[in-house]
């Protein structure tokens, strides 16, 4: 099996800036692509950023300029710093990471268990 730990989530005021991090462990041959998505409150999930294996990078329109996803892969981490908050980034986090367990094993998708980001003055 396979744990995600976020952690670096709470309150931080308009214009205030977080760090995320997620650190995968546990029964893991390679890390694939690593992302972070949001949910807040009566919407649904959503991409906020991923990155793959190599550093490629692709950002939500939303956050783009003001988050950045970063990785290091002998620590099968995935950073997230977002600057620039603003009271509509309000949700929780959620780190997602592609993992195979074996050098012939497919692909498997697993999510940590949240981090609540809350921007508020």
């Known amino acids: 099996q396979v744990q995600l730990v976020e952690s670096g989530g709470g309150l931080v005021q308009p214009g205030g800036s977080l760090r995320l991090s997620c650190a995968a462990s546990g029964s893991i041959f390679i890390v694939n692509a690593m992302a972070w998505y949001r949910q807040a409150p009566g919407k649904q999930r959503e991409l906020v950023a991923n990155i793959t294996r190599g550093g490629i990078t692709n950002y939500a329109d939303s956050v783009k300029g003001r988050f950045t996803i970063s990785r290091d892969n002998a620590k099968n981490t995935v950073y997230l710093q977002m600057n620039s908050l603003k009271p509509e980034d309000t949700a929780v986090y959620y780190c997602?990471?592609?993992?195979?367990?074996?050098?012939?094993?497919?692909?498997?998708?697993?999510w940590g268990q949240g981090t609540q980001v809350t921007v508020s003055s």
């Open positions: 997602n990471a592609e993992v195979r367990s074996t050098l012939w094993a497919l692909p498997v998708g697993y």
